[in-house]
């Protein structure tokens, strides 16, 4: 092998540049050998084809030498350049089958890919048929189910659609019949009176014609005959006295038939039939007792007794107005009654009757009759040695939701959802006029000449009760929950869902101061605030279970007390005497506070 002039001068030059010259060919040769070695490799069966093709040209072409020597010896150049082209097609032809071979393998590697992937849709084919065979079995089974439930909707609309007919047949029956009830009832009522008032008239005549008699006879007044004694009693002991006081006096009048015992005893007769009569109000209780005075209220500060006193939740609790006495009204239809001795209450009896929920309570002056309404559409009336109602008052077409005495405690005053206020004379046990107050009536109360009513509408409506007709109207900021009128009737307490009460000067009703206090908040649109008996403080349960305490001078928040009921208070209570405060919730809980 030859070598270059550089390298031979650089052979030359350093011994050691010669070894590094033959080392470089050497690593040179050996990467040649690797790289033909690695190409031979991937190539051998090419070449090993080629290599075969190649030979049998060349047999071919000595076979085809032979030919054309024999036939053509002078065109020998010819056959020679025929054989050189023939070789170069022989290679072209070889390259080429080399590269067809390669796309043979190329082709049948990705027939191969696409022969599984067919026999993977295939098998993917044969599961979805599956699966459409299956939901259309599925399918077929909805419809079916699907028809079956439409015929069963399709027989019970049609017996829904008779079921409404017979409930509105039956409806518009037990409408009339309640017509025909309250018919009937008022023409009892007319019946009673006018047989009550035939009776008077009879004994108002009965009794001239004998003071007509007794005036014409001439009697003797210094003398009392021996019939003339009456027993023990303090109409004659009356009458005794009065004689001696004519004795003492001398003589004042011309004729004493007056005070002959057949005349006083005929007038006491009298009373005593009429209180024997079918009045509901007696003779007795026309005269109201004096109520009880509270000089100063005592401001609650700590729960000393509870207790669950419903079955159901609680919506109105009242102080009998000697405060020896408590009535709760809740959910469970009933009226309950409680002692309180010591600090502790103590169940007295039960007021049943009413066919829903107790709504609101009241006592009389007396303490010994309870007027309550109800969710059943009417007021009901106690007494309290009978557990049984006196009578039910009916007439509202919907709830009510406050029933109150008036001032004479003969009538009694209703408001209901139905948007009306009704009035119901006692003695008839009828309504004698309702009042159309274009609302939702949530509460009502009476003072001599008006009824005033708290509606839905954020408003507060002035009636006169003589003339039934509206003098004023003052607007509020939500909805009325509940009023009370001040112990000296010149003020109105208003709570409503704003989460304020308002106080209204009934003397100028422009007059008006907001209570509010951080936390308090309306829990329902039945909640109850209420004066403390000397009118200086307000009182009302909040949302969150705590009862605030107002004083009405400062217009400031007195007292908190917080902790003991587990859900919105519904009504709270103050004793005419001013020591205890009760609160009743919608968890049927009572909670009795004090302050000591």
Request: hydrophobic letters at 35%; a positive charge.
């Amino acid at each position: 092998m030859a070598t270059s002039e550089p390298e031979e001068r650089l052979c030359r030059t350093s011994p050691g540049a010669k070894l590094t010259v033959e080392s470089w060919k050497r690593h040179i040769i050996r990467q040649l050998k690797c790289r033909d070695k690695a190409q031979k490799t991937l190539f051998q069966d090419v070449i090993r084809s080629y290599v075969n093709l190649l030979e049998r040209c060349t047999q071919k072409a000595f076979i085809t030498k032979g030919i054309l020597s024999a036939t053509r010896p002078l065109l020998l150049p010819s056959s020679e350049d025929s054989l050189s082209s023939l070789k170069t097609a022989t290679g072209e032809l070889a390259y080429q089958v080399v590269e067809l071979q390669q796309e043979i393998k190329i082709k049948e590697a990705v027939l191969d890919k696409q022969h599984s992937r067919l026999s993977e849709t295939q098998d993917d084919l044969k599961e979805v048929q599956l699966e459409h065979g299956r939901l259309r079995s599925c399918v077929a089974e909805v419809q079916e189910r699907n028809q079956l439930l439409k015929n069963k909707y399709d027989s019970l609309l049609e017996c829904c659609q008779h079921t409404e007919a017979a409930y509105r047949k039956e409806k518009l029956y037990g409408s009339e019949l309640l017509e025909d009830m309250i018919r009937w009832k008022q023409q009892a009522a007319a019946r009673m009176n006018s047989r009550n008032e035939r009776r008077v008239r009879a004994r108002e005549a009965g009794l001239h014609r004998e003071l007509e008699v007794a005036a014409n006879k001439k009697v003797n007044i210094y003398e009392v005959p021996q019939s003339a004694s009456l027993p023990s009693s303090p109409s004659s002991q009356r009458s005794e006295s009065g004689e001696r006081l004519e004795r003492s006096h001398g003589r004042l009048f011309r004729s004493a038939s007056a005070t002959s015992p057949r005349i006083l005893g005929s007038i006491r007769d009298l009373f005593e039939k009429k209180r024997r009569g079918n009045s509901v109000c007696s003779l007795e209780e026309d005269f109201c007792t004096p109520l009880g005075i509270c000089l100063a209220a005592r401001v609650p500060a700590r729960a000393i007794y509870s207790l669950d006193a419903h079955e159901l939740g609680i919506n109105a609790a009242r102080f009998s107005p000697r405060s020896n006495l408590l009535a709760t009204g809740g959910t469970d239809r009933v009226i309950k009654l409680w002692d309180i001795k010591a600090g502790v209450l103590h169940n007295r009896g039960t007021l049943e009757g009413s066919n829903e929920g107790i709504t609101s309570i009241e006592f009389d002056s007396t303490g010994t009759r309870i007027l309550a309404a109800s969710y059943d559409k009417s007021a009901l009336f106690w007494r309290l040695d009978d557990c049984v109602p006196k009578f039910t008052l009916t007439g509202h077409s919907r709830k009510v939701t406050a029933a109150r005495f008036k001032c004479n405690y003969r009538q009694v005053v209703t408001g209901s959802a139905d948007r009306t206020v009704k009035i119901w004379d006692l003695q008839r046990a009828a309504c004698i006029h309702t009042i159309e107050v274009l609302s939702y009536c949530s509460d009502v109360v009476c003072s001599e000449y008006y009824i005033i009513s708290g509606h839905y509408d954020r408003k507060i409506r002035f009636w006169d009760s003589r003339a039934a007709s509206c003098t004023q109207e003052v607007p509020l900021q939500g909805k009325v929950t509940s009023l009370d009128i001040s112990p000296n009737h010149r003020e109105l307490l208003s709570c409503s869902r704003d989460e304020s009460l308002q106080l209204v000067d009934l003397r100028m009703s422009n007059t008006r101061m907001a209570f509010r206090a951080e936390g308090f908040k309306c829990g329902s649109d039945s909640t109850k605030a209420i004066f403390s008996p000397d009118g200086c403080y307000l009182v009302a349960g909040s949302a969150d279970g705590s009862l605030y305490v107002w004083n009405v001078s400062t217009g400031t928040l007195e007292t908190r007390l917080p902790d003991m009921h587990r859900c919105s208070v519904n009504a709270v209570a103050w004793s005419m005497s001013g020591e205890y405060v009760v609160s009743v919730d919608k968890s049927r809980r009572a909670i009795l506070w004090s302050d000591v």
